[in-house]
DNA sequence: CTCATAAGTCTGAAAAAGGAACTGACTTGA
DNA sequence: TCAAGTCAGTTCCTTTTTCAGACTTATGAG
């Protein structure tokens, strides 16, 4: 497998594996949904290597999903905010905590609850189809090849 | 960060990145969603080494995301197949399938299209809030600790 | 007997991750 | 003004994973 075009197959799921599609990475981005910004609070928090973090940032940079924003002029020194790119990538992070919270759990409960600022209440991610609003579930989902091509999931 | 205890983490992101963070799994769970089960279907269909195909089916089923079911007594021969906890993980490929066909598609158009066989209509998975069914944005939900700790988004 | 198929295992080389010290441009406090 | 601290990285070396491809075991077909 080429890795380094992944990002150019004729599949979305591919095209997001190229750029979430490893550990660290989504760590990072947990931290970026906490409201995390900076290089030493992601390095303490994640107990990442900076040499790692380093090269995490940058990828995440290169592709859109945060943008380098300097907070100070001398010395130099700069924040990493989730672009709209990036905070898309919420359902996905939620989805996988929700998948978590279902399939992972332990006897202590969850370790953490979410209210939707909206309607006040706590809740769960449920994913729905756009048409007809029903939850979705695998089994009656059918795909066909689309303009860019066919096979693979998405 | 001691990789093989992260599915004791009390976060809940963390439990799931223990199971699929790594981007062979994800697409060995792209095959199983078509209906791939075969080792030797999987490998040709993915290039993947056989080593790794091999240990990532085990750790799949190991995790009882797959199940390991005989099809052949002599010789013997297995085929793996999506439990329950399995097809659960479908709302998380299925929001890295749209966020790749939103932000990472090229002239070509989406690779696949998505049915609902329920409505009949072709469509995008939306995920919505459980109580109020109004979409999710990042910035309209607020965390605060639940029972199995603080900390980390989920 | 020989070839083909399926599901793996083994091995040596290449790539990625880990650990920890170092750099450079400041700021703060004594 | 001198030492110590902060922040955002970079460099270097070791350890762990991954990769590519050959090998194995069991069996059926011709």
Chains 1, 2 share one sequence.
């Not at 490893?22 to 390095?43: K, M, P, S």
């Not at 006897?107 to 007809?132: A, I, N, W």
């Amino acid at each position: 497998m080429k890795w380094d075009t992944l990002d150019e197959e004729p599949c979305s799921l591919s095209r997001t594996i190229a750029v979430i599609g490893d550990r660290w990475t989504l760590l990072i981005l947990r931290e970026c949904f906490l409201r995390v910004r900076r290089f030493e609070a992601f390095q303490s928090a994640l107990q990442i290597t900076r040499h790692l973090l380093s090269e995490r940032l940058k990828k995440l940079v290169r592709f859109g999903i945060l943008r380098r924003v300097p907070y100070s002029e001398a010395p130099k020194r700069y924040e990493y905010i989730l672009t709209q790119k990036g905070l898309d990538l919420y359902p996905i992070i939620m989805a996988m905590v929700h998948w978590g919270d279902t399939h992972m759990g332990d006897e202590r409960g969850r370790p953490l609850l979410h209210e939707h600022k909206t309607c006040g209440k706590q809740f769960d991610p449920v994913m729905v189809c756009s048409e007809c609003g029903e939850p979705l579930h695998a089994k009656q989902v059918h795909v066909h090849p689309g303009p860019g091509r066919k096979e693979a999931i998405g």
